[in-house]
């Protein structure tokens, strides 16, 4: 069964701190994958996507890294800011489909 | 400059009622989808068409019906609204079906009384 997992569900940390949140997946063929950041009552923007070819993706203090071989992902923040606080949601593409696999996201919150 | 724009943002209703909500994208995409998203943040596709032809339906209640006038807008009509419909749905749109990057409007939050 095609799912996405994501760990921790969330995290506090202080501001300007780095942080990692990771996506674990099962999901076969595989497309891309792509992490997506979703401010309260906003809707998700996205960070990076991710061909299967490509191990890392920098989006400014936002890093993603991806091995498909063992079908895992990692999101990391770099220096924090209060502004990162939000829910980060990991989404994989099987590309035989037009259904995309949702993880349930992890939340972050930033303290100062 | 809105790429995604939902209206309403907010929608306040009673049970049984008719509701719609709309959705127009001006980033010239040719896929559009309508997500829900419930308490527990958990994002569902329930529908997606691509250049006015729908190409996902979901195991939505028929209640819910899609209509695509055109490629830039998708509207989402709700009949006889249950307590169980109230949830924030959001309209997106891409460029590619399977690889696209998701463009996402702001969502609609819908309270069903």
């Known amino acids: 069964k095609n799912q996405v997992e994501q760990s921790p569900q969330s995290l506090i940390i202080l501001e300007g701190k780095n942080c990692t949140l990771q996506?674990?997946?099962?999901?076969?063929?595989?497309?891309?994958l792509r992490w997506y950041k979703q401010d309260t009552g906003r809707g998700p923007v996205s960070l990076t996507i991710?061909?299967?070819?490509?191990n890392t993706k920098s989006n400014g203090r936002y890093t993603a890294t991806l091995d498909a071989d063992t079908k895992q992902s990692s999101l990391h923040i770099t220096a924090s800011q209060l502004s990162d606080s939000a829910s980060y949601i990991c989404?994989?593409?099987?590309?035989?489909?037009?259904?995309?696999?949702f993880g349930t996201g992890t939340r972050l919150q930033v303290f100062p | 400059d809105t790429a995604v724009s939902q209206t309403p943002k907010y929608l306040v209703t009673q049970m049984g009622n008719d509701k719609s909500i709309k959705c127009e994208q001006n980033?010239?995409?040719?896929?559009m989808y309508w997500y829900k998203q419930d308490s527990k943040k958990f994002l569902k596709i329930m529908f997606s068409?691509?250049?006015?032809?729908?190409?996902i339906n979901e195991t939505v209640p028929n209640r819910f019906s899609p209509k695509s006038p055109d490629k830039a807008h998708l509207n989402l009509h709700i009949n006889s609204l249950e307590l169980g419909d109230s949830a924030v749905y959001f309209c997106?749109?891409?460029?590619?079906?399977?690889?696209?990057?998701?463009?996402f409007g702001e969502g609609s939050r819908l309270t069903v009384l």
């Open positions: 068409y691509n250049n006015k032809e729908l190409i």
């Open positions: 989404v994989v593409s099987p590309g035989n489909t037009d259904k995309l696999i």
């Open positions: 996506c674990n997946y099962t999901v076969s063929p595989f497309s891309n």
């Open positions: 980033l010239g995409h040719d896929t």
């Open positions: 991710m061909t299967f070819s490509e």
């Open positions: 997106a749109s891409s460029q590619f079906r399977n690889t696209g990057e998701l463009f």
